[in-house]
Nanobody, 126 residues
Framework: QVTLVESGGGSVQPGGFLRLSCEVS????????MGWFRQATAKEREGVAR????????YYVDSVKDRFTISYDKAKTTLFLDMTSLKSEDSAIYYC???????????????????WGQGTPVTVSS
């Protein structure tokens, strides 16, 4: 079993910066995917960014490309999402997720990911 715990959410002004963290534990050896998703009020959960191991490939949805960066610190077993130039439409509960390859390659679809964290809220407002 893989356990994911998000942290780092909070309230920021538009244009601000946040770093979200996701501590990963359990059986994460072998090829797998890790991703960030978000769910805003009254909206469905959507993919934000994904990376794969061992190749380190990354993918971002268009709405966050050039603003968000996904990375993984192997030594700390922690997944990060660095968010810059935050907008009000970025407000949501952010979730990290993981899955064994090949289920998740080439997609950030919610249904392709097996393990989920509890979420950390991000609010962007003046």
């Amino acid at each position: 079993q893989v356990t994911l715990v998000e942290s780092g959410g909070g309230s920021v002004q538009p244009g601000g910066f946040l770093r979200l963290s996701c501590e990963v534990s359990g059986h994460t050896y072998g090829p797998y995917c890790m991703g960030w998703f978000r769910q805003a009020t009254a909206k469905e959960r959507e993919g934000v960014a994904r990376m794969t191991t061992p190749d380190g490939g990354t993918y971002y949805v268009d709405s966050v490309k050039d603003r968000f960066t996904i990375s993984y610190d192997k030594a700390k077993t922690t997944l990060f999402l660095d968010m810059t130039s935050l907008k009000s439409e970025d407000s949501a509960i952010y979730y990290c997720a993981a899955a064994r390859r090949p289920n998740c390659i080439g997609t950030v679809a919610v249904g392709a990911f097996t393990y989920w964290g509890q979420g950390t809220p991000v609010t962007v407002s003046s």
